[in-house]
């Protein structure tokens, strides 16, 4: 799967992602600016090994564990989301990074943004029900994609 960026990231958005880096004392190499750019704009919830190979192409001295050590910081200010799949997998949405639903096709691995109104407040209606200080969830959905179920997979 390849990263398919939207035409470009919002400029302010990254602007103050990039701001942000500056003030916590982080370096701003070009290849840290390419990994950003990547998951802030990238549709298709990427791997860390897709972004890698994304920014190498440009920068091909970058390491993957560059990409790794900056996903962690914006997953850390909040600006990238991590979707851990089990089986050691995890993608990363910096488009939405807020805790949304996803449905991921367990055949060819696409992730979806769920966007279901009525999912949207699932965080406080927990909270409200049990008492329970709620300050992330992940609430996903595995099944079979539409593409794939058309190509006979069920």
Not at 5 to 19: C, G, M, S, V, Y
Not at 87 to 107: F, K, V
Not at 112 to 139: I, M, N, R
């Amino acid at each position: 799967m390849n990263i398919t960026p939207q035409a470009r990231p919002n400029p302010d958005r990254l602007e103050h992602l990039l701001e942000e880096l500056r003030q916590r004392g982080c370096r701003l190499t070009p290849q840290r600016a390419a990994i950003l750019r990547a998951v802030i704009s990238s549709e298709e919830h990427p791997t860390a090994e897709q972004i890698y190979t994304q920014v190498r192409a440009e920068f091909p001295m970058t390491s993957l564990a560059t990409v790794y050590n900056t996903l962690g910081l914006l997953k850390e200010m909040g600006a990238v989301l991590e979707i851990g799949l089990g089986s050691g997998s995890t993608r990363y949405d910096g488009l939405r990074p807020e805790p949304h639903p996803h449905l991921i096709c367990t055949r060819c691995g696409a992730i979806l943004d769920a966007d279901l109104p009525e999912l949207q407040h699932l965080g406080q209606v927990v909270s409200q029900a049990t008492g329970f200080k709620v300050h992330s969830h992940q609430f996903d959905f595995f099944g079979i994609c539409p593409a794939c179920q058309m190509r006979g997979y069920d």
